[in-house]
């Protein structure tokens, strides 16, 4: 049995948020590569084509620092009944999670974990926060690898729970 009170089932158990100077160097990272990217373009124009691949280039990246921006703004929540981020998309319920792998050598992000479900959800990709790619999702990135080992901790009880009624 869990050691806490399961009599609120969407009581939050444990909570991820991105660490602040992880934000701060990988989106700085990514507008400085864009910058530099598309000053090459404009300053030492090279054939025609690499010049629209070059301002490309530093479009997407933008674009991707962006979207790491707004991902690692928003934190990650497990109830009793879902993993979710706090703008309320559900990564997972905790019914459907077969396994938890924390390995070494598993595909999982950095200081994070991996979840195996039982059904496939929708590609998603929240960089720096979390990614769903058919019955698998990586939690972590940008976050603390202590607030990560909680979570997974938690989980792990609550499947050895789950599989042991």
């Known amino acids: 049995?869990?050691?806490?009170?399961?009599?609120?089932?969407?009581?939050?158990?444990?909570?991820?948020?991105?660490?602040?100077?992880?934000r701060?160097?990988?989106?700085?990272?990514l507008w400085i590569l864009s910058l530099l990217v598309i000053y090459v373009a404009i300053v030492q124009?090279?054939?025609?084509?690499?010049?629209?691949?070059?301002?490309?280039l530093g479009g997407v990246s933008i674009w991707i620092a962006e979207q790491m921006r707004r991902a690692t703004a928003m934190s990650l929540e497990l109830t009793m009944l879902e993993l979710r981020?706090?703008?309320?998309?559900?990564?997972?319920?905790?019914?459907?999670?077969?396994m938890i792998d924390r390995g070494m050598f598993a595909f999982k992000p950095s200081n994070g974990f991996l979840l195996?479900?039982?059904?496939?959800?929708?590609?998603?990709?929240?960089?720096g926060l979390w990614w769903r790619m058919g019955r698998?999702?990586?939690?972590?990135?940008?976050?603390?690898?202590?607030?990560?080992?909680?979570?997974?901790?938690?989980?792990?009880?609550?499947?050895?729970?789950?599989?042991a009624q």
């Open 1 to 22: 049995m869990l050691p806490i009170d399961t009599s609120d089932p969407h009581r939050v158990l444990a909570t991820i948020t991105a660490s602040p100077g992880r």
């Open 24 to 29: 701060i160097l990988g989106i700085g990272s």
């Open 45 to 56: 124009p090279p054939a025609l084509g690499w010049q629209v691949f070059l301002f490309a």
């Open 85 to 98: 981020d706090s703008g309320g998309t559900v990564l997972a319920l905790t019914e459907d999670i077969q």
């Open 116 to 127: 195996r479900l039982k059904a496939p959800g929708p590609r998603t990709w929240r960089p």
């Open 136 to 163: 698998r999702v990586g939690v972590g990135g940008m976050t603390p690898g202590h607030q990560a080992k909680f979570m997974a901790e938690m989980i792990s009880a609550m499947i050895a729970d789950r599989d």
